[in-house]
């Protein structure tokens, strides 16, 4: 009895302990965004057996989290996929070429470094103090298209999560009055590419968490990352604001995107408004 009392003593001691707590609590963060990532890949059926996916990589959070989890859950999930993970070398100044190819070395997966000096277009066209993120992201955009089909990709993989989902929800009613997002899978207007968004479900200070205690590499963009003023940070300060104000608030109103009733709202387009009429002197 003293001996099994001793061990129990020494078993929460262990627990008590610091550096325990943060491994427990890491495990707990993981396991946290691999569920959410592998509910929204099962909910939009993203991903196929034999699918060839080509994970876009910035160097930032998002990205480094997104194929992390990829990779992870290639290991068990029920259907066979490929991963390939491509960086848009934009030749920004001070960019470090280096950093992206010794990680994804280390990784032991197939990476492509694509370089395109859509930098210095954009410096050139965009005024100085004005918003750069439209056009480097149409140019990026339009690279990574292309790429994609030239590897024969059947899947384009993009890091964006629950956070700027709603962020670019409120940029569009607010600044171009449509009601839109970024949906977690996407045809491009093209009908040529599948875009997925696995980390959809997830929350940017979850995956922040995950980055930290991780310790990517990150890479910050020198060309638009400290335009604070731009209007999406403004958004995101605001739905921060809410969320601080009232916890939860943020949950709620992603499950709105997700709980959508035509009927209610205005769009001739979206609901046959002109043919309720008829409707109801069907029912009589």
């Not at 066979?80 to 993970?85: D, G, K, V």
Request: proline fraction near 5%; aromatic fraction near 8%; charged fraction near 25%.
């Amino acid at each position: 009895m003293a001996t099994d009392a001793g061990q129990g003593q020494a078993e929460q001691a262990k627990r008590e302990q610091p550096e325990y707590k943060k491994k427990r609590e890491f495990n707990k963060l993981q396991k946290r965004l691999r569920r959410a990532v592998g509910q929204a890949i099962a909910d939009y059926d993203m991903i196929q057996d034999g699918d060839k996916i080509m994970v876009c990589l910035s160097g930032g959070k998002d990205s480094y989290t997104l194929l992390d989890i990829l990779m992870n859950l290639q290991k068990s999930a029920p259907v066979h996929f490929e991963l390939i993970a491509v960086n848009l070398d934009q030749k920004q100044p001070g960019f470090p070429e280096e950093v992206l190819p010794n990680y994804l070395a280390n990784l032991g997966i197939a990476y492509h470094i694509i370089e395109r000096d859509t930098y210095s277009i954009v410096k050139e066209i965009v005024p100085e103090g004005k918003t750069t993120c439209g056009l480097c992201s149409r140019l990026r955009r339009g690279t990574l298209y292309g790429f994609a089909q030239e590897i024969g990709a059947t899947k384009i993989a993009l890091g964006h999560h629950r956070d700027d989902i709603l962020e670019t929800f409120f940029l569009n009613m607010f600044y171009g009055g449509t009601l839109k997002a970024m949906p977690p899978k996407l045809l491009s207007d093209d009908q040529q590419h599948i875009l997925i968004r696995p980390l959809a479900y997830c929350k940017e200070e979850d995956i922040s968490a995950f980055a930290q205690a991780k310790a990517f590499p990150i890479i910050p963009c020198n060309l638009c990352g400290s335009q604070e003023n731009m209007q999406r940070q403004v958004i995101k300060e605001m739905i921060r604001t809410w969320e601080r104000q009232y916890p939860g608030r943020t949950e709620t109103m992603f499950r709105a995107l997700q709980n959508v009733a035509p009927s209610q709202l205005a769009d001739t387009q979206l609901f046959a408004f002109h043919a309720l009429e008829q409707k109801r002197a069907q029912s009589e």
